[in-house]
């Protein structure tokens, strides 16, 4: 393909094709924009959806997560396979050429964190990941995942289900205990021992040798596949050097506005400035990557519209639906709220006598109740959110 260029005035140029760089063009197109747009993204694939990537794909109740078959209708110039490197001079410039643009969307979302070590490790990252390990996943393989975080889960989840011999083995002395906290992660270890999943808790892995993992404390662990689901960091390494300012992603103000004039921030890579937590935050959930760009289209359009949401995510694991709502960064307590040895229970965070986040497991009225609460800022009280007989919105004060 030749270099490519296409400095005209009034062009969009998004960087990032996952769900975030298309939710853009979608809502440019949708609130009537009708000059250029062109959507860079490194992967070959036309923009997919990545949760099922875990659960009904690894299962294999699903082949294929694109999202929308008719791009075309969006007419936006579509630059798959082809990876920015750099920004200069108010061009992108990428591994095929060059782009003008008036106005420029950065959607490059968030890449996984890898282990050291010489063995093959394996992501959850990508489409071809994921069809890649399904189709190593056979009954007797054994698999270690490193990770007890929501990926490193729902994989177990989807492995054991298939007959593989999983062990999952994690640093922090719980599951998602980076998430959520050591004490309420731990109510869900033994989701871990009943799927037949073997849990290594509080073993960090020194490395990932061919044939297993060399575990720190002098441990081996062997394994026919090792996948590494320790985290993501921000896909903004080519954007060193470039004049725009990184925090953890790429700072954003409220109204989604990067540091350059003319240059929007979404979804995974956007470390946005929250008027409601007063901090910058970045977020690696679906739901931001699908709302972020409603803003950030209206404000490439001249508007000055803000994103302040209350965080929302959901994860399937172990034959249950966690949600959760909010942020509980400041939280100053936690209560459970019924037993988590029952099969619905959930965990609140309070700070001044306030409900700020939110987890459930299989009761999706609760975090509905307690999502509005969050928005609402609400006064809780904390016996009666401890309460499962007591609807979560019976628990505001006055
Ligand atoms: P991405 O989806 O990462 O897309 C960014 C795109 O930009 C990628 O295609 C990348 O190749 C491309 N790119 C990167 N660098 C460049 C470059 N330099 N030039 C051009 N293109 C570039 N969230 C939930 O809330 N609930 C879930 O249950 C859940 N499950 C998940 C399961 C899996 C397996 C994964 C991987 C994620 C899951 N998530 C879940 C998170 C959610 O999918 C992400 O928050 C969302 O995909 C972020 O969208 P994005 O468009 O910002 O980034």
């Not at 282990?115 to 071809?128: A, W």
């Not at 090792?226 to 390494?237: D, E, F, L, N, Q």
């Not at 679906?286 to 508007?303: I, K």
Request: aromatic fraction near 6%; charge should be neutral; glycine fraction near 14%.
């Amino acid at each position: 393909m030749s270099p490519a260029s296409s400095a005209r005035p009034g062009q969009i140029v998004v960087v990032g094709g996952g769900l975030a760089g298309l939710r853009t063009v979608e809502e440019l197109r949708a609130r009537g924009y009708a000059g250029g747009v062109t959507l860079v993204g490194a992967e070959a694939r036309p923009p997919y959806d990545r949760p099922p990537l875990s659960k009904r794909l690894m299962a294999g109740e699903l082949a294929d997560t694109t999202l929308r078959d008719d791009l075309a209708a969006l007419g936006v110039g579509l630059r798959l396979g082809e990876t920015a490197t750099g920004l200069d001079s108010g061009l992108l410039r990428t591994d095929r050429g060059e782009h003008g643009f008036d106005r420029l969307v950065l959607a490059t979302g968030a890449e996984p964190v890898a282990l050291p070590g010489p063995g093959r490790q394996r992501f959850l990252r990508t489409l071809d990941d994921a069809l890649a390990l399904r189709a190593r996943l056979r009954p007797g393989l054994r698999l270690a995942i490193v990770g007890a975080g929501w990926i490193g889960a729902e994989l177990a989840t989807a492995a054991a289900a298939r007959g593989c011999r999983v062990t999952v083995v994690e640093a922090a002395a719980a599951p998602l205990a980076a998430a959520v906290g050591a004490e309420v992660g731990a109510q869900t270890a033994g989701w871990y021992e009943a799927a037949g999943v073997e849990l290594r808790l509080g073993q960090p892995v020194e490395s990932v040798q061919p044939g297993g993992l060399a575990l720190v404390g002098g441990g081996w662990l062997a394994a026919d596949e090792v996948v590494t689901a320790v985290g993501v960091r921000p896909a903004v390494g080519w954007l060193e050097g470039s004049g725009i300012a990184l925090d953890n992603g790429i700072a954003a103000d409220e109204q989604l506005r990067a540091s350059m004039p003319g240059v929007f921030a979404v979804g995974d890579a956007a470390a946005f400035w929250s008027l409601r937590y007063r901090r910058r935050l970045r977020f690696e959930h679906w739901d931001v990557a699908l709302r972020a760009p409603v803003v950030a289209a209206a404000n490439l359009m001249g508007g000055t519209d803000t994103y302040d949401p209350v965080p929302y995510f959901w994860s399937e694991q172990f034959g249950r639906m966690m949600q959760y709502a909010g942020f509980h960064g400041d939280a100053e307590r936690m209560v459970l709220r019924g037993d988590p040895a029952a099969p619905r229970w959930g965990a609140c965070w309070l700070a001044s006598g306030r409900l700020v986040a939110l987890l459930t497991v299989d009761s999706p009225r609760d975090l509905a109740q307690g999502r509005r609460l969050i928005e609402a800022a609400a006064a809780v009280d904390a016996g009666r959110l401890s309460d499962p007989g007591i609807p979560v919105r019976d628990a505001a004060r006055g």
